[in-house]
């Protein structure tokens, strides 16, 4: 195969995979993103607020799965190969989709119509607990020399996609179906949209082939058992900690930025539905557009000075840029902070997901990040449910910048701790022992 031909291949194969991912985020956004709907149908209470707390919590139940999924699928992964897992990934996310795209409310099924829901969430969240580590893992093994963090900043990147396309799709129907049809029926529209997507992923992920890194282990060594890749996993705890740290940042502020910001406009800000689907929409361009570039930085610079330097960024601006955008709540301050906070985000998590990828063992890779990963979303995926639980607690709108910083302060932490000699030293052993 020549240079040209390689390149075409290597593209379409990003293409590809991410697409899967795009759909898998999506469905995951949709939810959070009509958190306030989903409380009406599903969760009645006499107080508006318990409404949308119910539906952030089952927003956040789906993070409790991640880890479970991520040992689970991630051990078949590692242990079958990276396409096939992809595939399955997929079809799970897909059937709780579906799942709570077409149960009807509380009013026609009583506590029964609660249950599926949260049920649904479950299976997603099984479900992507390990998509975004085998996703990362793939691309970083189909890499060309030199552009690792380019390549695997397309995991992020496509999430991205997802939350634009989320965006575009709320301001549409916000302009052509009325508040009170949206609460009642219209935020059913996005779902199954996502349901009649699958199809056509499913297809292009059909087409991927397996990596060469993943078939050469199979030639070239005796294949670990799923058994002996969960037994190396917990001898490497403490590269699965330290990433969990990592991860922490990514995961708050990501899902402040993308899934909270339209309750958080709404509810706490008072300002308009669309002003917040806007505001989403427009983090979501930034955010595209800074993952790929500093991903693409952190190949020459190195993954460390950028994760340092924003962790930094955020423990001290979080708190101060809230405070100024509640003082005087506007579409142009939450546009202004939010594209402040993508900035970082963007920045950090392109330098990160591939940081994260270099630091597991190969034999435990895809396992190892999507631990480590899912382990750090059971924190960040609760963001939407913390920040308005403690705007309620506190009467103070911008508190959440105290979360988003606790989380840049994990980041900060991990980032000294994984580039020590004695654990870079441990990084690059081969498998262990025991495996």
């Excluded at 990276?82 to 409310?105: N, Y």
């Excluded at 955008?325 to 950090?348: D, K, M, N, Q, T």
């Amino acid at each position: 195969m020549n240079a040209g031909s390689d390149r075409e291949s290597k593209i379409w194969s990003v293409v590809r995979v991410s697409s899967g991912n795009f759909l898998e985020m999506y469905d995951f956004f949709v939810f959070g993103y009509y958190a306030t709907a989903i409380g009406k149908a599903f969760f009645p209470s006499g107080r508006h607020f318990a409404q949308i707390m119910a539906a952030l919590m089952a927003f956040g139940a789906g993070f409790l799965m991640r880890p479970l999924g991520a040992v689970i699928l991630g051990t078949f992964i590692d242990h079958r190969g990276r396409r096939v897992g992809l595939l399955l990934t997929l079809g799970l996310m897909a059937v709780g989709t579906l799942s709570i795209a077409l149960v009807p409310g509380y009013a026609t099924l009583g506590w029964v119509a609660p249950v599926i829901v949260v049920v649904g969430r479950l299976i997603q969240g099984f479900s992507a607990g390990v998509e975004l580590g085998g996703v990362s893992v793939y691309l970083s093994e189909i890499a060309t020399p030199g552009h690792k963090g380019f390549y695997v900043s397309w995991q992020s990147g496509s999430q991205q996609v997802a939350v634009i396309f989320v965006a575009l799709l709320g301001v549409w129907l916000s302009t052509i179906i009325s508040p009170e049809d949206m609460l009642e029926w219209g935020w059913r529209i996005p779902f199954l949209i996502g349901c009649l997507i699958v199809p056509l992923i499913f297809l292009m992920r059909r087409s991927l082939q397996e990596t060469e890194e993943f078939l050469e282990r199979r030639r070239s060594a005796r294949h670990p058992t799923p058994a002996e890749i969960v037994r190396s996993l917990a001898d490497n705890w403490r590269i699965v900690l330290i990433g969990m740290l990592m991860v922490t940042m990514t995961t708050v502020s990501f899902y402040f930025i993308t899934a909270y910001t339209p309750t958080f406009g709404r509810e706490v800000l008072k300002l308009s539905s669309i002003d917040s689907l806007l505001v989403t929409l427009c983090v979501g361009v930034s955010n595209l557009f800074w993952l790929p570039v500093m991903g693409a930085a952190s190949d020459r610079v190195g993954r460390r000075p950028i994760l340092i330097l924003f962790a930094v960024l955020m423990l001290i601006s979080a708190y101060p840029v809230l405070s100024w955008l509640v003082s005087a709540p506007s579409f142009g301050r939450l546009l202004a902070v939010e594209l402040w906070l993508s900035f970082i985000y963007g920045s950090y998590n392109g330098a990160m997901v591939v940081a994260l990828t270099e630091v597991v063992p190969t034999h435990v890779r895809t396992t190892g990040f999507a631990v480590a990963y899912s382990l750090a979303t059971v924190v960040g995926g609760f963001t939407p449910a913390v920040s308005q639980g403690l705007v309620e607690l506190t009467e103070n709108r911008a508190v959440a910048g105290l979360w988003l910083s606790f989380a840049a302060a994990c980041g900060l932490a991990a980032a000294l701790l994984a580039w020590r000699p004695v654990a870079a030293a441990r990084y690059l052993e081969a498998a262990p022992s025991s495996a």
